[in-house]
Structure formats: structure tokens, C-alpha cells
């Protein structure tokens, strides 16, 4: 089998939400000497846009991708086993620290970005959900994160965006994150207006902002 049929194979498993297909798959990679970012990044990667431009229209759902991540995942473990040592930072492409605002209590869009995020190459440190601002800044700092990305689902959480960036100018730290903010009411004005750094309507352009803000960060 080709590299070209391997990847294909990688990238329809994702689609087809299919773990056992996905696992062969990257054992078939590994057999033919693709190498495994490639696996990851032209297969599995591919498979997971399909499915966040899915999701996007409207033609897939929830269930479905969190299922096409567990497949993903699935495969990465395999891939990752194979990567040499010092390849192994390049499948990071950054650190995000995600949670949803204090006073928020829902995450079923933080946990699409997340898996998302997760299966574009990303780390993503999951803090959940109701998040106390100053944990935000703590963590944020414990992970030594690119990127701090929150979600209000509310109108009235939304402040909780802004307290970040604020707390972060405080202590003098505001230029080692890139902060991006997304939810229901939250808009690219609002963003912009408390000093944030992306704005992200759907889990696909999060992912987007994301790489161009680590981007950013790395010069």
C-alpha cells in the first residue's frame, strides 16, 4: 500500500469515527515507514477537519465527533511511539489552558474546542468549567501556556474574559499569553474592547486563531 493509500486510510477512519480502522491504519504507517507527523498531519488531522467542517454545517453532531476523537487519539498513540526523540516536541504545536468563565456552568462548545484543539497537535490543559479567575492566571503560569482561551455562554459571565486580561496586565505578565475568547454572546468587538487577542465563533476557527497566535508568540 502507498503512503498516499495509507493516509487516506488514516483520514477516512477519523471520518468513518472508526478506532479498530484507525489503529491498523497507523500500524500500516508505521510498517510502510510513513513518517508518523506526516500520519498524523496529512491523515488523522485531515479526518478531524472533515469532521469539524461537519460539525460547522451542521451534518455532524456531539456524539460524533467526540467519537472521530477517541478514534484519533487512538491512532496518535500508536504514531507517537514511533516519532524519534527528538522530533518529539515538533507534534506540539503550543500549550492552551481552556475554561469556561466563573459563574458558567456550560462546556459542551469548550469541550468541542478542546477536541479540536487536541487532535489539531495542540496540549490543551482542560481547567473545566465555573473557573475562578485568579485559578485561570495561577494555572496559567504553572503550565507556562501559549494560549489562554475562556468561554461564556452568558451574558452575565462574560466579564469574567475581561478580569483575565486585567489580572494578567496587573502583574505585569500580560505579554507571555495570548488570550482568546469565544461563546454564545461574546463577539470580535467585545474582544477587542477588553484587550484580548482573538475572538473564535466555531471550534474550527478556534483552532485556526489558535496556530496564528502561537505563531505570534514564536516570532
Not at 75 to 85: F, G, N, Q, T
Not at 205 to 210: F, L, M
Amino acid at each position: 500500500m502507498s503512503q498516499v493509500e495509507i493516509l487516506g486510510k488514516l483520514k477516512t477512519a477519523i471520518e468513518e469515527m472508526d478506532s479498530d480502522l484507525a489503529e491498523a491504519a497507523a500500524k500500516e504507517a508505521i510498517a510502510a515507514g510513513v513518517d508518523p507527523l506526516v500520519a498524523i498531519n496529512d491523515g488523522l488531522a485531515a479526518g478531524m477537519q472533515t469532521m469539524s467542517d461537519l460539525f460547522d454545517e451542521g451534518e455532524a453532531f456531539v456524539p460524533q465527533l467526540v467519537v472521530a476523537a477517541e478514534a484519533f487519539d487512538a491512532a496518535v498513540a500508536i504514531l507517537k511511539e514511533a516519532i524519534p526523540e527528538d522530533q518529539k516536541g515538533k507534534t506540539c504545536k503550543g500549550k492552551v489552558l481552556l475554561y469556561t468563565v466563573h459563574g458558567d456552568i456550560h462546556d459542551i462548545g469548550k469541550n468541542i474546542v478542546k477536541t479540536m484543539l487536541s487532535a489539531s497537535g495542540f496540549e490543551v490543559f482542560d481547567l473545566g468549567r465555573d473557573v475562578p479567575t485568579d485559578e485561570v492566571v495561577a494555572k496559567a503560569k504553572e503550565y507556562n501556556v501559549d494560549i489562554i482561551a475562556g468561554a461564556a455562554l452568558m451574558t452575565t459571565t462574560m466579564p469574567g474574559q475581561r478580569d483575565v486580561v486585567a489580572i494578567l496586565k496587573e502583574e505585569g505578565i500580560r505579554d507571555k499569553f495570548k488570550c482568546m475568547f469565544g461563546g454564545a454572546p461574546v463577539s470580535a468587538e467585545w474582544v477587542t474592547k477588553i484587550g484580548g487577542d482573538a475572538y473564535a465563533e466555531t471550534a474550527s476557527e478556534a483552532v485556526n486563531k489558535a496556530k496564528a497566535l502561537v505563531a505570534e508568540l514564536r516570532g
